[in-house]
């Protein structure tokens, strides 16, 4: 059995590096970081070129219909450079509206979503932790009143997938909500507090084992996201050992550090397979993908804030300055190891799962 990506997955990514290596170099994520715009519209717009937001979408509707894998190695590469792009929300917003939306909806929204006209969100969290179907308190219907934060790029979005504890709720812009900006750790991709107050809604028919689908993707691209982040943090790592010197050596030389190097190896790289076996578990293993997902989501997540702070520490003094990377894939790591949850809620999610 091969493992490994086919050749479409690998000259897809071929593709698409090159763009990142050029757009998306050190300098434009700290301009970006430390500025104003909410994301990167040049390397969007290149990205939309290239057909990222529709990958899942069916290609009756314009899309590439592709899988979750397809979907999941594109976000490990964006996780890699910290791009600072709206991928993340409306790649599962998306989604959402092609695996819990009416037929009107699908044909009203997936098109545009595919061609990159319009930009979706998602809404999941509520505060104190309440992140999962179960946990959301905002009723729904024709008109929806309660308060999502943590939204990804609300104030740019043109449609926000609200969770409620009635299923899943199509918002658009202009509908009568209320943003207002969090100045989150991670600014690669911001984030709002989003005020919903009778505003106006269309109910998603989707239904919970629906929703169960689109949080277990979730969870997988979060994952994703956090395996690409930390290889990137290995190799900036490994790279400055060999080039920084110490009492007249590289300090790569030195035990002490060639261990925590080999360390950081040994954590990072058996990971891929977590999150690789939880996208082909989502598309083609069903009766395994929640576990999957879970496992994923939390052991990606934390040895994507632990490959962080060694990368930092690896780095001295230069470590901990605001011009260095590191802090940027730290914050992107805080990022993914809050979002949907720590990842002890899915390490119980996942024991549950198995009949613990």
Not at 123 to 128: D, M, Q, T, W
Not at 183 to 211: N, Q
Request: with cysteine; proline share 4%.
């Amino acid at each position: 059995m091969n493992f490994l990506l086919s050749d479409d997955q690998q000259a897809f990514l071929d593709a698409i590096r090159p763009v990142l290596n050029d757009r998306c170099d050190s300098q434009q994520v700290h301009k970006i970081f430390d500025g104003d715009d909410p994301y990167d519209t040049a390397l969007w717009s290149h990205l939309v070129a290239m057909g990222i937001p529709a990958i899942m979408i069916d290609k009756a509707h314009g899309g590439l219909g592709l899988q979750l894998l397809d979907l999941a190695i594109i976000a490990e590469l964006l996780g890699e450079f910290a791009a600072p792009v709206p991928f993340f929300g409306n790649a599962i917003g998306a989604l959402a509206i092609q695996l819990a939306g009416s037929a009107e909806q699908r044909a009203n929204w997936l098109p545009l979503l595919a061609t990159g006209e319009r930009l979706a969100t998602i809404a999941f969290g509520e505060g104190k932790g309440r992140w999962l179907p179960g946990e959301w308190e905002v009723p729904g219907g024709n008109s929806i009143s309660g308060t999502k934060v943590l939204v990804p790029n609300a104030a740019e979005a043109d449609l926000i997938i609200v969770g409620t504890r009635d299923g899943l709720a199509l918002v658009e812009r202009g509908a009568g909500y209320k943003t207002a900006r969090t100045d989150s750790a991670d600014r690669t991709r911001r984030l709002d507090i989003v005020t919903f107050d009778g505003t106006a809604s269309e109910m998603m028919p989707g239904d919970g084992a629906t929703i169960d689908r689109l949080i277990d993707a979730t969870a997988t691209l979060l994952a994703a996201d956090a395996f690409g982040g930390a290889t990137r943090c290995l190799e900036r790592t490994v790279d400055y050992a060999k080039v920084r010197e110490q009492y007249g050596q590289p300090i790569g030389a030195f035990q002490g550090l060639k261990h925590q190097l080999a360390n950081m190896a040994l954590e990072i790289e058996p990971s891929r397979g977590l999150y690789w076996f939880a996208a082909h578990a989502w598309d083609d293993l069903p009766d395994k993908a929640r576990h999957a997902a879970a496992q994923a989501k939390a052991h990606c997540t934390d040895v994507y804030l632990q490959a962080t702070r060694d990368m930092v520490e690896a780095h001295g003094g230069i470590g901990f300055t605001w011009e260095h990377d590191a802090h940027i894939y730290m914050k992107r790591a805080m990022f993914d190891w809050t979002w949907l949850g720590q990842p002890s809620l899915h390490r119980l999610r996942a024991a549950d799962l198995a009949g613990w």
